[in-house]
């Protein structure tokens, strides 16, 4: 019976050591945290970077192109290039947000979200194609990737990075929207030259090279 008092001091010191070693995990998970969190936002800046000066130089010289390549007579796949690249700036100037996922075992809404953008393609496109003159239906199917594309990659991803993965998409998008914001208005000041200067130039590429002078 002498011995029981000196037990108690040895459960306090357990509960302090386990409350300083749950604290240290802590810590760490937090550390962790931030470094995952800055990883993102330095990658994603970059990734934001080269896919807008990729989507706006097609949007901006993108035309000339085409007819340099294919002839005028499909300069329809520029306009559908063009609306392709620029609905897939998200998705690809936060792909690193995809390993953060799988890293975390939460990717599973991804695929989910995924399919969801298929069946909204598809059930769009049918809509508009009912709606839209047989010879505009390209246009119709484009509509409808545009819609399922905002509603899906543009919202909903981003709401789910930030709720659930926890991740800075606000620093994110505004670097994002700020690199568009450029790309714009690189590109109408493109097509102001070319309107003003350029339009009297035949040769195809020797306009494509200046363009691309002045978009860079």
Not at 45 to 74: D, H, L, P, T, Y
Not at 101 to 113: L, T, V
């Amino acid at each position: 019976h002498e011995n029981l008092p000196d037990a108690k001091p040895i459960n306090n010191n357990s509960n302090v050591e386990a409350k300083d070693n749950k604290a240290q995990q802590e810590q760490k998970e937090e550390q962790k945290k931030e470094e995952i969190d800055l990883l993102f936002a330095k990658v994603s800046r970059m990734q934001s970077i080269v896919v807008c000066c990729i989507a706006f130089g097609f949007v901006a010289c993108g035309k000339e192109f085409i007819i340099w390549w294919i002839g005028e007579s499909r300069v329809n796949a520029y306009y559908v290039g063009a609306v392709l690249m620029i609905i897939n700036i998200m998705p690809l100037a936060v792909k690193t947000s995809v390993d953060i996922q799988r890293a975390m075992n939460k990717h599973y809404f991804r695929s989910i979200m995924y399919f969801g953008v298929a069946v909204i393609n598809i059930a769009l496109s049918i809509l508009f194609l009912q709606i839209f003159p047989n010879k505009y239906a390209i246009f119709a199917c484009l509509l409808g990737s545009i819609i399922a594309s905002l509603l899906t990659q543009w919202t909903t991803m981003n709401i789910f990075n930030y709720k659930v993965i926890k991740l800075p998409m606000g620093k994110v998008l505004l670097r994002l929207f700020m690199c568009i914001i450029y790309g714009l208005g690189s590109t109408i000041i493109v097509k102001i030259v070319t309107a003003t200067f350029l339009n009297n130039i035949q040769e195809n590429f020797i306009k494509l090279s200046l363009e691309i002078v002045v978009f860079l």
